[in-house]
């Protein structure tokens, strides 16, 4: 079954500290992942994804096949960073997004 | 605003009627999608079309539910004899091709009472 899990609903951090939204999936074959991000009363938009390898924000995320994990980090973290986060997939060649639940990250001052 | 836009951004409707949402993607882009999204949960794919052609639909989309984008330009999805669990938010989005950055639209929100 393709599918992707983010196990927090909810992670706090505080300014500064570092940051780490985790993801795992679930998929037969070599998808491609990504993140997308919802800052408050905006659209959703793509964050990055694995196969382009950017640091976007001082983000960077890197596709562990092994562990079937795609988790984002960051080393410090910004106020600004505060926002719901999607890990998503799609397989090569099948353009339809399968999205996680969604993570709200939320800084501390 | 070049990007993705959706009308009506809220609609409330009473269980039973038929609604309507339109979707104008950005200029060019062939790639058109439509997810829906209910509380506490990531956004699901319902169907896309590449230019006017409806390529791939989801067995989320039951027969109440209609897609269609006739001039390979804008989109309409209807749903018919609407259900309170058609209660979500219905995003569209677009690229400009297969494998392309998907651009997110605002979304509807739909409420069924």
């Known amino acids: 079954a393709q599918r992707v899990t983010q196990p927090e609903k909810l992670l706090s951090v505080f300014k500064g500290a570092p940051v780490e939204l985790k993801c795992n999936y679930s998929y037969s074959g070599s998808p491609e992942l990504f993140w997308y991000v919802q800052y408050s009363r905006q659209r959703l938009q793509l964050l990055l994804r694995h196969i382009s390898r950017e640091s976007i924000k001082g983000f960077t995320a890197d596709l562990n096949k092994g562990e079937t994990s795609f988790h984002l980090k960051k080393p410090f973290a910004q106020e600004e960073d505060s926002a719901m986060y999607y890990c998503a997939l799609s397989g090569w060649g099948d353009d339809k997004i399968i999205f996680g639940k969604g993570t709200r990250l939320h800084i501390l001052p | 605003d070049t990007g993705v836009s959706q009308d009506p951004r809220h609609k409330i409707t009473k269980r039973g009627q038929n609604v309507t949402f339109r979707c104008d993607p950005i200029?060019?882009?062939?790639?058109l999608y439509w997810y829906r999204q209910t509380l506490g949960q990531g956004p699901e794919f319902l169907t896309y079309f590449q230019n006017e052609a409806q390529l791939e639909k989801s067995r989320l989309l039951s027969d109440r539910f209609s897609a269609e984008r006739p001039k390979g330009s804008f989109s309409t999805l209807e749903i018919q004899r609407t259900e309170q669990g058609d209660s979500a938010m219905y995003l569209c989005?677009?690229?400009?091709?297969?494998?392309?950055?998907?651009?997110f639209g605002p979304g509807t929100r739909l409420t069924v009472l």
């Open positions: 989005a677009s690229s400009p091709g297969a494998e392309d950055e998907q651009f």
């Open positions: 200029s060019e882009h062939n790639r």
